[in-house]
């Protein structure tokens, strides 16, 4: 069995077609379904003797549904990708598909035709078509729209009847767009009359596949443009500039002596005049190409990048899956290095927690208390810090980046190395505010804090009492 896979996008966009109107009309349109459509990628596999498997679809979208596949072929298959494109991820899916529908094994065997797109040249994949007795042959690079059937006699009917059905929908649903949801049952229509015997058959003729035939390219095919031939690597001039192609009929410079006759002995007419024997050879004095006055523009070398150059191979014979292996574990290797260097920077980059300050109205707001760095060192380290219980009153150091601030909480939870501390604000507007701080309790700022950060344990707060409102302060007896 020889068979031919390849990934074609399918858009919910359609091309415009002709128009008939009115003749000397100066704009003509036609109505499409929006500006910019969604890509979903349709996979399909052929074989020589024009038999074709249901296709599968490649949705844009993280989850599947299977409303994505109403309308689609008998037999296809859904999938989805965050981009819509085949990935090393969803092309094992489509081998099971394909095996699933061709059943080949060691006494039928297969052979793919397929192109060097990343995600074919898969470590799962070469696996699954080994153990499956599926021979994986890849074609050489800028060779497919020659060299494979779907390109050459398939895709063009598959494109140009997909945006008929299209535009036939737009114009049986006004007012309505083409989403994904639409695109199975579009690409069903297309396919029925696209895919067909005959033109399965027509592709694997015209690139000399089955039957076969090495002559079916000539060998001009194989000549590079004269614009594009640039010289091999190792003849490569040393600038870098544009070359132009030198006329080989130029004049020589006039410095240099004219060649000597071959045939002295060849008489010569009165006064020394050319025979009538020479008169035919044309002579072009002063004559100058129009290649020496404006040389026809040539690409510079390439330039060299790091790109690894792909060939034409059979992926599952024992050398080229041994190099598919040792890629694979280089770049895991890579991957875990760049994973561990991460997690390493992340660790350096770390920074100290930091507590954002809401100003509030003018009346009230936070205002940390003012560390004094000329505390003495035990009030700092208070040893009875780790004797807290619920409902106390500390006194906590916060280090920034510039400098340290205090702020005052209760203890709601008291853990092993930390407490669970509920913040209070400071009340402006109080007339002794620096002597007896007035605070109260502000919602939702609860944070665990380490017991090494206390600076101390205050003493119970009083409470002016009189109102309501006043019954939520507290003044604390000392100097903070």
């Known amino acids: 069995m020889i068979y031919n896979v390849d990934e074609t996008g399918v858009v919910t966009v359609q091309k415009p077609r002709q128009v008939v109107t009115e003749k000397g009309k100066k704009q003509v349109g036609s109505i499409t379904s929006a500006e910019r459509g969604v890509l979903v990628t349709v996979v399909c596999a052929v074989n020589a003797v024009g038999n074709a498997i249901p296709p599968m679809f490649v949705f844009p979208r993280v989850r599947f549904k299977d409303d994505f596949m109403i309308g689609a072929p008998p037999g296809a298959k859904g999938a989805s ?92 649903n006004p007012g309505k767009t083409v989403s994904i949801y639409q695109i199975a049952g579009l690409v069903n229509e297309a396919f029925l009359s696209a895919v067909t015997p005959r033109n399965i058959t027509s592709g694997f003729k015209s690139t000399g596949i089955f039957p076969y035939n090495r002559d079916i390219f000539p060998e001009e095919a194989f000549a590079p443009s004269m614009v594009s031939d640039r010289p091999n690597p190792e003849l490569q001039p040393a600038s870098t500039g544009p070359s132009t192609s030198d006329d080989p009929d130029g004049p020589l410079p006039a410095d240099e002596p004219p060649a000597a006759d071959a045939n002295p002995s060849t008489p010569r007419g009165p006064h020394g005049c050319a025979s009538p024997a020479d008169s035919d050879v044309p002579s072009r004095p002063g004559y100058v190409s129009p290649r020496e006055i404006l040389p026809l523009p040539k690409c510079p070398p390439r330039a060299q990048t790091k790109r690894k150059r792909v060939k034409t191979a059979i992926l599952t014979d024992t050398p080229e899956k041994q190099a598919i292996e040792k890629a694979y574990e280089e770049r895991q290797k890579k991957l875990a290095g760049k994973k561990l260097n991460s997690k390493e920077k992340g660790k350096l980059k770390k920074k100290a927690p930091k507590r954002k300050i809401i100003d509030s109205s003018s009346e009230e707001s936070d205002v940390p208390v003012p560390l004094d760095d000329e505390s003495p060192e035990d009030e700092r380290s208070d040893p009875g810090n780790t004797d807290l219980n619920v409902g106390d009153f500390v006194l906590v150091n916060f280090a920034t980046k510039h400098r340290s601030l205090r702020y005052v909480g209760m203890v709601e939870k008291v853990e092993d190395d930390e407490i669970l501390t509920q913040f209070l604000r400071r009340i402006q507007g109080n007339k002794k505010q620096w002597e007896r701080p007035t605070f109260a309790i502000k919602e939702n700022d609860v944070a665990h804090v380490p017991k090494g950060d206390v600076v101390k344990k205050l003493p119970q707060p009083n409470r002016p009492g009189g109102t309501t409102q006043r019954e939520q302060l507290f003044t604390f007896p000392c100097n903070l």
């Open 81 to 172: 990708t965050r981009t819509g494109w085949m990935n090393e991820d969803t092309w094992p899916e489509f081998l099971d598909h394909l095996i699933q529908h061709t059943q080949c094994t060691p006494d039928r065997p297969m052979l793919l035709i397929l192109d060097n797109l990343k995600a074919h040249i898969s470590l799962k994949a070469v696996e699954k078509a080994k153990s499956n007795s599926i021979v994986m042959l890849t074609l050489p690079p800028h060779t497919s729209h020659r060299m494979q059937p779907l390109d050459v006699t398939v895709y063009g009917p598959l494109k140009t009847l997909y945006n008929r059905a299209l535009d036939g929908w737009m114009r049986s």
